[in-house]
């Protein structure tokens, strides 16, 4: 039990698109959604928590404009980065909590901005 | 500010070699650390510790935790080259409900 799916595993884009993540957890209820972003030989940063229904909280530095997060449902938030650059190529991974200790993690996002 | 550091960052080992990992941890409200390995994807979770001096173990992995010292290290015996990873440590602050990772340790085996 307890997996957590992440669409798309890799991705493309140009510069000044729109691209949207979806984070699912496939076997629980997750009350609770976290984002995080791995540059290359970085640790994981998060970057946002979300509560389902409610509006996410951001860690310092991100951008609540730039990096849209909706967790409308028990089973899936979305991160969705806004007007893409280059700077944003990164490894996005999310997690979620069943409202105990333990973060499921997905296998994550590898987002290409041209 | 909430911080973890993991030492080294980098290590090659022969097989059959034992290893030592450190997390030394500075955060507010400390309610557990945690010790992932992470291959090509996202960490897959090895154990987490919340009191001091009781020994996780599993398998050739083992991990210890010194909450007066603000450390906890991972051992892993008799590496084999599947050992090699990424191995991150992270805290659970208490009350926010987030985890603050380490910079992580590169492990290379080699035959």
């Known amino acids: 039990g307890a997996v957590v799916s992440q669409h798309p595993s890799w991705v493309i884009c140009k510069s000044g698109t729109s691209v949207k993540i979806e984070c699912r957890s496939l076997d629980f209820q997750a009350t609770t959604m976290f984002w995080y972003r791995q540059f290359p030989k970085q640790s994981l940063m998060l970057m946002a928590t979300s509560n389902e229904g409610s509006k996410a909280t951001y860690e310092q530095g991100v951008e609540k404009d730039k990096f849209l997060i909706n967790h409308a449902s028990l089973t899936l938030s979305t991160l969705t980065v806004t007007s893409a650059h280059p700077e944003d190529s990164s490894f996005y991974i999310c997690?979620?909590?069943?409202?105990?200790?333990?973060?499921?993690f997905g296998p994550g996002t590898r987002l290409t901005v041209l | 500010e909430d911080k973890v550091v993991q030492s080294p960052l980098s290590l090659v080992v022969h097989e059959g070699d034992t290893v030592t990992l450190n997390c030394s941890y500075e955060v507010t409200n400390f309610r557990s650390l945690l010790w992932y390995k992470q291959e090509k994807k996202a960490p897959t979770f090895l154990f987490m510790l919340?009191?001091?001096?009781i020994e996780k173990k599993s398998g050739r992995l083992s991990s210890i935790l010194d909450k007066k010292e603000l450390f906890s290290i991972l051992n892993i015996t008799a590496t084999q080259t599947g050992d090699s990873a990424v191995y991150l440590c992270a805290v659970e602050v208490k009350g926010a409900q987030k985890l603050v990772f380490g910079q992580g340790t590169r492990l290379t085996i080699n035959p």
């Open positions: 997690s979620a909590s069943r409202g105990g200790d333990e973060q499921f």
């Open positions: 919340t009191s001091s001096g």
